[in-house]
């Protein structure tokens, strides 16, 4: 599996949505109410799951997933 | 206080039910709703006998994003509260939702969230702690969840003071709508002690039964063989608005919350005072609040500690107050059922009072054998009696002599 689909089944397995819930271009705020408290749980679960290193605040819920995808690459 | 309260609404969590047919429906029955505890290894524990409610995820409403984040007892007030609102039939789309209060009385918190972190902290290290644990093991986090939930946004409190916080909590709640601060208020508690620390720590308090091969009939409130109460778990959750606002809406009226009485023992940090006279305080206040003479109150809903000195202090402030008058009154202690809920006790003591109001049925004081000689009351042993009842008043004590009487009627 490529970068995209792992982010895209972390992001859906962490929050409890199904794929085709999640907006690839809309914020995670602004598609489904994530809050601050679900994107560290988000953080965690990407850093363990793909073995990076994402600091506080390099992904908030004003990233869409596409935006997410890209950060991601940049650090793998 | 100024004016009365209407109690439009009720939702209950229970280990009786969760609806409330079916809590009323097993209150009459007279049964008992403790059972030994399964869902851990209490085997160890002195007192290892609760009221429980099985049936929660049953009941619920929430899915499965929301409930990861929440402690059960959060849980069971967001299932009370949903209850409650449909119950009085607000209507959320037109509510003004800055105008609604929401008001709850929590004692412990929600441990069973905060241990299973805890444990996993210090396993896996900090990476391995739910970010969930810092917003929902504290006791207000359930009143957070609901106003969250609901989007509420009137002015909300959580009071923690032990076995009285759901009464204070109830009192609060109307007096922010006498003073016009909320429209509506969803008030009362909820508390989950059912978990290894929790328990734990409810049995280095002290005051359990420790019953637990006859645990149908370890919660024996002025009975001469008790040893202490039963832990219980749950909610209950009321809806508190104006009677002209209630009448205006064509509201059912359950009852009304009338006046408060409180008073604190101040002599120890656990004990209560071995005289009588700040409860006595509260029971004198709560009459005078309402308005009513000694000999108007149709029943007492009893704190009902089931400990040696808990319950002849309660007989013993009673008897003082009342006097020939109290063979008058009903009395009972319907927690005998279902367990003790601690924090929101009151609350259910409330919807208990409020349903055998309009059942005209006084609920009993289950497992009652031989009468204390120094408890010289009549507490409704064993079977519900047929009565009347348009005014009560209900008692709470916590920890240290945390006292709080509340005077409800039905018209």
Same mark, same amino acid.
Request: proline share 3%; charged share 25%; aromatic share 8%.
């Given at each position: 599996?490529?970068?995209?689909?792992?982010?895209?089944?972390?992001?859906?397995?962490t929050?409890?949505?199904?794929?085709?819930?999640?907006?690839?271009?809309?914020?995670?705020?602004?598609?489904?109410?994530?809050?601050?408290?679900e994107m560290v749980e988000l953080r965690v679960a990407i850093n363990k799951?793909?073995?990076?290193n994402l600091e506080g605040n390099e992904i908030t819920?004003?990233?869409?997933?596409?935006?997410i995808?890209?950060?991601?690459?940049?650090?793998? | 206080?100024?004016?009365?309260?209407?109690?439009?609404?009720?939702? &209950?969590?229970?280990?009786?039910?969760?609806? +409330?047919?079916?809590?009323?429906?097993?209150?009459?029955?007279?049964?008992?709703?403790?059972?030994?505890?399964?869902?851990?290894?209490?085997?160890?524990?002195?007192?290892?006998?609760?009221?429980?409610?099985?049936?929660?995820?049953?009941?619920?409403?929430?899915?499965?994003?929301?409930?990861?984040?929440?402690?059960?007892?959060?849980? %069971?007030?967001?299932?009370?509260?949903? /209850?409650?609102?449909?119950?009085?039939?607000?209507?959320?789309?037109?509510?003004?939702?800055?105008?609604?209060?929401?008001?709850?009385?929590?004692?412990?918190?929600?441990?069973?969230?905060?241990?299973?972190?805890?444990?996993?902290?210090?396993?896996?290290?900090?990476?391995?702690?739910?970010p969930? %644990?810092?917003?929902?093991?504290?006791?207000?986090?359930?009143?957070?969840?609901?106003?969250?939930?609901?989007?509420?946004?009137?002015?909300?409190?959580?009071?923690?003071?032990?076995?009285?916080?759901?009464?204070?909590?109830?009192?609060?709640?109307?007096?922010?709508?006498?003073?016009?601060?909320?429209?509506?208020?969803?008030?009362?508690?909820?508390?989950?002690?059912?978990?290894?620390?929790?328990?734990?720590?409810?049995?280095?308090?002290?005051?359990?039964? #420790?019953?637990?091969?006859?645990? +149908?009939?370890?919660?024996?409130?002025?009975?001469?063989?008790?040893?202490?109460? &039963?832990?219980?778990?749950?909610?209950?959750?009321?809806?508190?608005?104006? /009677?002209?606002?209630?009448?205006?809406?064509?509201?059912?009226?359950?009852?009304?919350?009338?006046?408060?009485?409180?008073?604190?023992?101040?002599?120890?940090?656990?004990?209560?005072?071995?005289?009588?006279?700040?409860?006595?305080?509260?029971?004198? /206040?709560?009459?005078?609040?309402?308005?009513?003479?000694?000999?108007?109150?149709?029943?007492?809903?009893?704190?009902? /500690?089931?400990?040696?000195?808990?319950?002849?202090?309660?007989?013993?402030?009673?008897?003082?107050?009342?006097?020939?008058?109290?063979?008058?009154?009903?009395?009972?202690?319907? #927690?005998?059922?279902?367990?003790?809920?601690?924090?929101?006790?009151?609350?259910?003591?409330?919807?208990?009072?409020?349903?055998?109001?309009?059942?005209?049925?006084?609920?009993?004081?289950?497992?009652?054998?031989?009468?204390?000689?120094?408890?010289?009351?009549?507490?409704?042993?064993?079977?519900?009696?047929?009565?009347?009842? +348009?005014?009560?008043?209900?008692?709470?004590?916590?920890?240290?002599?945390?006292?709080?009487?509340?005077?409800?009627?039905?018209?």
């Amino acid at each position: 599996m490529g970068i995209k689909e792992d982010v895209l089944g972390i992001i859906c397995k962490t929050l409890d949505v199904k794929e085709e819930e999640v907006a690839p271009d809309k914020t995670l705020y602004d598609s489904l109410g994530v809050d601050s408290t679900e994107m560290v749980e988000l953080r965690v679960a990407i850093n363990k799951s793909l073995e990076i290193n994402l600091e506080g605040n390099e992904i908030t819920n004003r990233h869409s997933p596409n935006q997410i995808i890209e950060i991601v690459a940049q650090k793998k | 206080m100024k004016e009365r309260i209407a109690i439009t609404g009720i939702g &209950v969590v229970s280990p009786a039910g969760l609806k +409330k047919e079916t809590f009323w429906a097993n209150l009459k029955a007279g049964r008992s709703f403790v059972d030994e505890i399964k869902r851990f290894d209490a085997s160890l524990y002195p007192s290892r006998i609760a009221g429980q409610v099985h049936e929660l995820d049953t009941y619920s409403h929430l899915s499965s994003r929301l409930l990861k984040k929440i402690d059960v007892f959060s849980h %069971m007030a967001l299932v009370a509260s949903n /209850e409650a609102i449909k119950d009085a039939h607000l209507d959320l789309e037109k509510v003004d939702k800055e105008r609604v209060g929401v008001f709850m009385g929590n004692a412990l918190g929600g441990w069973l969230f905060a241990e299973t972190e805890l444990r996993d902290m210090y396993m896996e290290g900090r990476e391995g702690v739910s970010p969930y %644990m810092a917003s929902a093991w504290f006791p207000a986090a359930s009143q957070g969840q609901v106003t969250i939930y609901y989007g509420f946004k009137g002015y909300s409190k959580t009071i923690v003071a032990d076995k009285a916080s759901s009464a204070l909590a109830l009192w609060y709640a109307a007096k922010t709508i006498i003073q016009d601060k909320n429209e509506f208020a969803l008030a009362g508690g909820m508390e989950a002690p059912i978990t290894p620390y929790a328990l734990l720590c409810a049995n280095t308090r002290g005051g359990l039964s #420790k019953n637990n091969l006859n645990f +149908k009939k370890a919660y024996r409130p002025f009975d001469l063989y008790r040893d202490g109460f &039963v832990l219980g778990e749950g909610s209950g959750m009321v809806i508190l608005e104006r /009677e002209d606002d209630a009448i205006k809406r064509k509201s059912h009226i359950y009852g009304f919350i009338k006046g408060v009485g409180f008073s604190c023992d101040g002599v120890h940090r656990i004990r209560y005072s071995l005289n009588t006279e700040a409860l006595e305080f509260a029971i004198n /206040e709560c009459l005078k609040e309402c308005e009513w003479e000694k000999e108007e109150v149709d029943y007492i809903c009893l704190d009902g /500690e089931a400990t040696i000195l808990g319950d002849i202090l309660e007989a013993k402030a009673l008897n003082s107050i009342f006097g020939d008058k109290l063979k008058e009154i009903s009395l009972s202690a319907p #927690k005998s059922m279902l367990g003790n809920l601690l924090g929101a006790q009151t609350s259910l003591d409330l919807i208990a009072t409020l349903l055998s109001m309009q059942n005209s049925l006084v609920l009993p004081t289950i497992n009652f054998q031989e009468k204390d000689p120094h408890c010289d009351i009549d507490c409704t042993p064993n079977y519900p009696r047929e009565r009347k009842i +348009k005014k009560a008043l209900i008692l709470a004590r916590g920890r240290g002599g945390i006292n709080v009487v509340l005077g409800v009627e039905k018209e």
